[in-house]
């Protein structure tokens, strides 16, 4: 019986508003160029945690990202 650790949950900032039509508009603010739509903020949520999981993937090629640089 081999064990399968589990990865801890994390948080990913995100922005979000809501339109005149009443849906919600929001992005990973590590992935800014990337907008998505839900009906509500639990449907936007759930569109932006599928877009986090493809946009983890390495080989994705045009995936602009956002990082940080220490400058000493």
Do not use: C
Not at 8 to 36: C, I, K, M, S
Not at 42 to 50: G, H, R, S, T, Y
Not at 57 to 66: A, E, F, N
């Amino acid at each position: 019986m081999g064990s399968n650790p589990q990865r801890q949950p994390t948080a990913e900032p995100f922005t979000y508003w809501r339109e005149a039509d009443g849906y919600v508009l929001g992005y990973l603010n590590a992935y800014p160029d990337h907008w998505t739509q839900g009906k509500d903020l639990d449907d936007l949520k759930a569109q932006l945690l599928d877009l986090y999981h493809e946009f983890s993937k390495d080989d994705l090629p045009g995936i602009r990202k956002v990082d940080e640089l220490v400058v000493a």
